[in-house]
C-alpha cells in the first residue's frame, strides 16, 4: 500500500487501495525520471483519485521550489454529468449496472473535497471528452489516468492526450481487465495497434509507455 493511503482516506468506492498504489507508483516513476509535462485525468469524478495526484504534485513542487524546475500542474476533465451514452461496444451481462447518467458528481463536491483537504484546486474543465479541442489540453503531459468506462470515452481520452505525451510517459487505464466494461480493453487495444507503446497490466490497470 503507498504510504498516502496510511494517512488519508478515500472519498468515495470507485476504485480500491491497491489500485491507487499502482497508479501514484506510476506518477512517481514519471518525476523521478523527469519526464517533462504535466499531469491529467479524464473522469475524475469527485476527486478520488485527483486528491491523491494533487498530493504527490504538492510535494514534488514544494522540493523543486528553489530550483529552475518548472512546478507540475494537474488537469482534470469530467462531464459531472455521470456516464454518457452505452454503445453496443459496451454491452456485457455483468455490466448492467452501467447506465447514462450514473457515477453523477458534480464540480462543487470536487472544489469541496479539494477545501476540505487543504489542497490546491487542480484546473477543471468541464465537459464531455467530444467537446475537448486541443487548446484544452496542456500542451506537454508526463502523465494521465484515464477513467471512462465507456468505449468511446477511453477512445477519445487517447485521441486527446497521446499527441502531447512526452516519450516515456505513461498512461494508466482504469477497467482494463473488467468484465462490465469491455469497451475500454477494446479501446485500448485498437489504439495499441497503430500507436507503439509498452503494456503491462497490473491490478485491473492498463499502464502504457509511450516509445
Request: net charge negative; proline share 5%.
Amino acid at each position: 500500500m503507498h504510504e498516502l493511503l496510511k494517512r488519508y482516506s478515500i472519498v468515495s468506492d470507485q476504485i480500491e487501495p491497491d489500485e491507487l498504489t499502482v497508479i501514484l507508483r506510476q506518477l512517481e516513476v514519471v518525476l523521478a525520471n523527469n519526464i517533462a509535462g504535466d499531469v491529467v485525468e479524464f473522469g475524475c469524478y469527485e476527486g478520488t483519485t485527483s486528491l491523491f495526484l494533487q498530493r504527490i504534485l504538492q510535494r514534488h513542487n514544494e522540493k523543486i521550489a528553489t530550483s529552475i524546475a518548472t512546478k507540475r500542474m494537474l488537469h482534470v476533465y469530467d462531464s459531472f454529468a455521470g456516464l454518457p451514452l452505452k454503445s453496443e461496444k459496451d454491452r456485457s451481462p455483468a455490466g448492467e449496472q452501467f447506465k447514462s447518467g450514473e457515477l453523477r458528481a458534480t464540480k462543487s463536491q470536487l472544489i469541496k473535497h479539494f477545501k476540505q483537504a487543504h489542497l490546491p484546486l487542480p484546473i477543471i474543465h468541464k465537459a464531455w471528452f467530444s467537446q475537448l479541442i486541443n487548446h484544452d489540453l496542456p500542451p506537454v503531459i508526463a502523465f494521465a489516468f484515464f477513467d471512462g468506462d465507456f468505449y468511446e470515452s477511453i477512445k477519445q481520452s487517447l485521441q486527446h492526450v497521446w499527441p502531447h505525451i512526452s516519450k516515456g510517459g505513461i498512461v494508466v487505464v482504469d477497467d482494463y481487465q473488467s468484465e462490465s466494461l469491455p469497451g475500454v480493453r477494446l479501446a485500448v487495444d485498437e489504439w495499441l495497434r497503430d500507436h507503439p507503446a509498452q503494456i503491462c497490466v497490473e491490478a485491473s490497470l492498463a499502464l502504457l509507455v509511450k516509445q
